[in-house]
């Protein structure tokens, strides 16, 4: 038991009232919160501008201001349907909330936690648990406007374990936190905090899906009661293996390995892309069609024709690399045909350099996609794989190249 007159000097964590109890809540009150202020307020404008707007632009043949104010009524219908889903999603699983074991969670240490569902056990259940450290900044845009930006510094992720309690199952997670990592600051102006994403990944589906923000402080503490690495979980280990076949093709060679990237290697997310981009486009040729002003094309058919295009490049574009006692070659083809080829002698391979190439936000969640070059003696880089999905399975990709080329590696 920590002493009570350490509570607002070496214990930040017990400042905050939403840590101070060891009892961490997710997100998702003020998710239903929030969603549902949201759609109130848009539906009611969207109505108001119907009923008042709809008739007379129909009259004077104003078809897009009619179709633009028929599009904000569809978002409306969804906004609702959206509300009502997460309050569903609310009731059914009620207040979730972690217990942290250490308290708080400690960097140069470990995090464990535990939670409990009221969900009747079976075999197949399975949660994905994410932690990362996020730095969040603001910068002035205009005058009287700031834009708020979130970044990932440091993410890792594995499987929980699930047991069952009672009616309800527990599920327990512990992961390794290497020090030197930033620790929880107050949520004012430019700070870092850390978050824990945890998902069900089970068979049949279990729909659960929850946000933590969680305390970390630079103890070096480690769990008491949690063993298990949920980074080593066989679970996590097998779905690693199956994201990197997905990704990469390779077969060990004498002295090398030889490594194959197809099209499409990560075609879930650049499908949207394409498909985000096609309609984005799409709306602003309508947009000029219908009459509107010039702007409306070029910004609209300029953002999505230059989504489109990047999509389009990352579905149809392949990666042929050769490591060998003589050298590296790595090969680039778009549809079939080379577009670009890349070679260095042996002599001039420094190392392994894992790099992040770019993030992706879908709500609260953050995916982190890197990518491997090799460092010359010039200072250039080869990319030699790309697309891969979370540090996890990268640094595992990372270290299978360094044992199969005898390359230093270095991760990101």
Not at 73 to 80: F, P, S, T, V
Not at 215 to 244: C, G, I, K, N, Y
Not at 317 to 345: D, I, T, Y
Not at 365 to 387: E, F, N, P
Request: with cysteine.
């Amino acid at each position: 038991m920590r002493p009570e007159s350490q509570r607002d000097g070496a214990q930040p964590w017990l400042v905050r009232k939403e840590w101070s109890d060891n009892r961490i809540r997710s997100h998702k009150r003020w998710e239903v919160i929030i969603l549902w202020g949201f759609a109130v307020a848009w539906s009611l404008l969207a109505a108001a501008l119907a009923y008042a707007q709809i008739p007379r632009a129909l009259d004077r043949g104003e078809t897009l201001v009619a179709g633009i104010i028929g599009i904000m009524l569809l978002i409306a219908a969804g906004l609702m349907i959206a509300a009502l889903r997460a309050t569903r999603d609310a009731r059914r699983f009620g207040d979730v909330a972690l217990q942290l074991d250490p308290f708080p969670g400690s960097i140069g240490g470990h995090f464990g936690a535990t939670t409990a569902l009221p969900v009747p056990y079976r075999p197949g259940l399975a949660f994905t648990a994410t932690l990362a450290c996020l730095h969040h900044s603001t910068r002035r845009t205009t005058a009287n406007d700031t834009e708020a930006s979130e970044n990932v510094l440091w993410q890792t992720e594995g499987m929980a374990q699930v047991q069952p309690q009672g009616s309800g199952i527990r599920v327990s997670l512990r992961l390794d936190v290497p020090s030197g990592l930033p620790e929880s600051e107050p949520m004012k102006g430019d700070h870092h905090s850390w978050r824990l994403s945890l998902e069900s990944r089970s068979d049949p589906p279990l729909v659960f899906e929850r946000h933590f923000d969680v305390p970390m402080f630079a103890t070096a503490e480690r769990s008491e009661q949690l063993a298990v690495d949920a980074a080593q979980h066989p679970a996590a280990l097998q779905a690693r293996r199956a994201q990197l076949a997905h990704v990469a093709q390779w077969q060990h060679t004498p002295g090398g390995i030889d490594l194959y990237l197809p099209y499409g290697r990560a075609w879930r997310k650049d499908l949207a892309w394409l498909l985000f981009g096609l309609a984005f486009g799409g709306f602003g040729v309508l947009a000029g069609r219908m009459g509107a002003p010039l702007i409306f094309p070029l910004v609209f058919g300029g953002v999505g024709g230059g989504f489109a295009a990047w999509a389009f490049f990352a579905l149809g574009n392949s990666l042929k690399v050769q490591f060998s006692p003589q050298g590296l070659r790595a090969e680039h083809r778009l549809l079939g045909c080379m577009f670009a080829w890349h070679q260095a002698p042996r002599s001039d391979l420094q190392g392994l350099q894992l790099v992040q190439s770019y993030t992706t936000q879908t709500g609260a969640r953050h995916t982190v996609w890197l990518r491997i070059r090799v460092q010359l003696k010039s200072g250039k880089s080869i990319t030699v794989v790309d697309s891969l999905r979370g540090e996890a399975v990268a640094n595992e990709m990372l270290q299978l190249l360094a044992a199969a080329t005898g390359l230093p590696a270095r991760a990101a």
